[in-house]
């Protein structure tokens, strides 16, 4: 079998003391001495870039100039690298941190300090840079979070910054897994700080975990999966583990395009509104609308205000269960006024992780449609995703349109 390749992660956490370094650092050294291929990414030690800007802010009274302000920011991983690669050095393995100051860097990225973007460019020269010394037996140590852009200044990569290094050089290397070393055994089925005895996850999907991103569960930032390879199994391993071998949760899959409209039901659909002063608040109501649609086994979705509920559902069933929607307001008189059915309509969906991170997502839909006279019968949102009604007549176009803008405007990075 041919040696593997691992790009293994480390956490600021995970790094935030003496002896944590010298535990992450034996790790390593088990690894490779079992025949691992090893690349170490390192974050900032502990708090430290906590600490930077801090001071930058009490310094430059705010801000200060975005340049600068990267590249002091980035004195953090670049002290965590060579730290790393010292304290390898001290086993008697073969190490080299890079820096963004060398000519071999291989992350190169556009000029949007503080949040910049890696150019396609990067996966060549990680090929071409890091790759020959793996091959030669030594291990490179990245810093991560930063980059260097085509004029030479020194950029950082935004939130999630380091796994979205680790991501670029696994995919760079075609490495055989990605391993984030980080301060929790795996990823939780919830947030051990908010429920007790939560469970480490075996397996996840990258699209499931960009929805629990969404609902405040950072494992890890959506802006770095999108530089997952979805072909590149990426593991989530404690610090306190004994061994890189050991098991923690498995990120499969990865984002196959940043946004992407999809026809949510291939028949016509319709929604049934029950009007009412507060009727989404009286939980009696809302709990026997669904009891009534949910019988059906084909709600489609539900949105609510302070005087409607809304459920979308197949065409076809809107005037199958009128009626015993319509009885609410003889149960619940004086809180349910009246109910309304539209139908024909066609719901399609903008699918995208971090689409609520966007700016201009609605506006994206609104106006290409509003320009050729199309009206939108309504908008919701769940998570990464927002669902658009408009006439069944007119759905092809539509589709057409929204792919054209998002194709056009929010798919165009193939890193």
């Keep these: 079998m041919a040696t593997q390749i691992l790009v293994v992660k480390f956490g600021g956490k995970s790094l935030a003391t003496p002896d944590r370094i010298k535990l992450a650092v034996s790790k390593v050294v088990e690894a490779v001495r079992k025949g691992y291929k090893i690349v170490v990414v390192v974050s900032a030690i502990g708090d430290t870039t906590d600490r930077l800007i801090e001071l930058l802010e009490s310094v430059c009274e705010g801000r200060g100039d975005p340049r600068f302000r990267d590249e002091v920011l980035s004195m953090g991983e670049r002290l965590s690298a060579r730290l790393f690669a010292a304290s390898l050095k001290s086993t008697g393995l ?30 060549e020269r990680i090929n071409m840079y890091v790759k020959p010394l793996i091959d030669s037996g030594i291990i490179p140590v990245i810093p991560g979070f930063i980059g260097r852009s085509r004029n030479g200044c020194i950029t950082t990569l935004g939130r999630g910054g380091s796994d979205t290094t680790a991501f670029l050089v696994a995919k760079g290397l075609s490495a055989d897994q990605v391993i984030l070393v980080t301060d929790v055994d795996g990823i939780m089925t919830a947030d051990p700080k908010i429920v007790s005895n939560p469970k480490r996850i075996d397996a996840i999907c990258v699209h499931d975990l960009s929805i629990l991103a969404d609902v405040g569960a950072k494992f890890i930032h959506k802006k770095a999966l999108a530089y997952k390879d979805p072909s590149i199994d990426v593991k989530v391993l404690s610090f306190k583990s004994a061994s890189l071998e050991d098991q923690g949760t498995i990120i499969k899959g990865g984002f196959e395009r940043r946004m992407d409209v999809t026809q949510v039901y291939d028949k016509p659909i319709g929604y049934i509104t029950i009007l009412g002063e507060d ?3 009286h939980t009696e109501i809302l709990c026997e609308t669904l009891s009534i649609i949910g019988s059906t086994g084909s709600m489609l979705g539900l949105s609510c205000d302070n005087r409607s509920i809304i459920v979308y559902m197949p065409e076809d069933l809107c005037i199958d269960i009128a009626d015993r929607v319509h009885r609410l307001v003889e149960k619940y008189s004086g809180k349910v006024k009246a109910i309304a059915v539209r139908r024909g309509l066609c719901m399609l969906a903008v699918r995208g992780f971090g689409l609520e991170e966007s700016p201009g997502i609605i506006a994206s839909v609104s106006k290409p449609l509003s320009e050729k006279n199309i009206n939108i019968h309504g908008v919701y949102t769940v998570s990464s995703t927002v669902f658009i009604l408009v006439d069944w007549s007119v759905k092809d176009v539509v589709f057409s349109i929204l792919k054209s803008v998002f194709d056009e405007r929010w798919n165009p990075c193939t890193v």
Excluded at 94 to 123: K, V, Y
């Design 94 to 123: 073969e190490a080299r941190f890079l820096d963004p100051r060398d000519d071999d860097w291989p992350i190169i990225t556009d000029e949007a300090f503080g949040d910049a973007s890696p150019l396609d460019e990067s996966i």
């Design 279 to 281: 009727v989404a608040s």
